[in-house]
């Protein structure tokens, strides 16, 4: 079986100045589970190598330089799901992980459980292996900056706009046909402490269904839990004569008529044709053509 990946950087309004540090971002992505894959490695190994490309990038709302909740804190959430068994591996309102999406997929193989969250989560990484940073490793000086220009008018939702998302996703079948999807974020720019969004949510952020696809999701998660867009876009895909891209339209489509809000999403169909939409201004993401270029937009 031919290899595939896709991943993204957030569906929103990417201001001019952030386009090509989101598209060479995603390439290093792609370059990381790439290597993997095409060695014949497990798509497992692939969605994690690419997930903390992206959680190192500052540019992104992942791991380090995610967006500060009300309180000034980072707090990351991130899932990765298993198409063969529909196992999930999700974390949420961690302070401490540098890298969320190793410790989902420390939940996903080793905990009872499906999902861990806040002090439970980080206790459950260091018994396994994944060590605590300080939370202020996790802060960048530009977020440290939006943060205060937001607290200086009570954070006022004028100010988050241009400055909201930037979540990370990626799916990916390997040689064997395995296939994995994940998400990991920050969340929302100035979010209630404790808040989470769709990001972490099984059918919401993130699905994988090896008799379908694999979907990860951004947007407005408010809206996004209300249609658990990840499985609808995959369910789309359900149909032996799917497309990847109409089922991904169909499915944002919805988010915008029943969900009232907007987002993007990307996917692999079962035998690994990648898929995408979003109805924000821009949506950065990548993906490895059949002839194994990378093709990166936003
Ligand atoms: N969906 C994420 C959330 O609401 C944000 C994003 O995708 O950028 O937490």
């Known amino acids: 079986m031919s290899p595939s990946l896709i991943v993204h950087g957030g569906a929103w309004d990417i ?7 989101c598209k060479a971002g995603c390439r290093c992505a792609l370059e990381a589970g790439w290597g993997v894959l095409t060695r014949g490695g497990h798509a497992l190994d692939a969605i ?11 540019v992104f709302d992942a791991g380090y330089g995610s967006h500060l909740n009300l309180d000034g804190q980072v ?22 992980v540098k890298n969320p999406i190793r410790l989902a997929r420390a939940v996903l193989e080793k905990c009872p459980h499906m999902m861990l969250i806040s002090e439970g989560a980080e206790r459950f990484a ?3 292996g994944i060590t605590l940073c300080d939370p202020q490793e996790l802060i960048s000086s530009a977020e440290r900056e939006a943060w205060l220009r937001c607290s200086k008018d009570s954070h006022a939702a004028k100010h988050h706009r241009g400055h909201e998302q930037g979540t990370v996703g ?27 969004g769709d990001s972490p949510l099984i059918g919401c952020g993130c699905y994988a269904d090896a008799e379908t696809g694999g979907v990860s999701s951004t947007g407005y998660g408010e809206a996004i839990m209300k249609v658990v867009l990840a499985k609808t876009a995959a369910d789309f895909l359900r149909p032996a004569a799917s497309n990847p891209d109409r089922a991904a339209q169909a499915a944002v489509q919805l988010l915008a008529k029943r969900g009232k809000g907007t987002g993007g999403l990307i996917l692999l169909d079962k035998r690994g044709n990648p898929g995408f939409a979003f109805s924000t201004p821009r949506m950065a993401y990548g993906y490895v053509a059949p002839d194994s270029t990378f093709v990166t937009a936003v």
């Open 15 to 21: 201001p001019d100045e952030a386009v090509e540090a």
């Open 48 to 58: 994690e190598a690419a997930i903390i490309v992206l959680e190192d990038d500052p």
């Open 75 to 96: 707090e990351c959430d991130a899932i990765v799901m298993d198409g063969a068994t529909l196992r999930a591996g999700s974390v949420a309102g961690l302070h401490r």
């Open 126 to 128: 260091a018994q396994h």
């Open 170 to 196: 990626a799916v990916a079948l390997d040689v064997r046909g395995r296939l994995f999807a994940a998400t990991s974020t920050g969340g929302t720019c100035c979010k209630l402490p404790g808040r989470v």
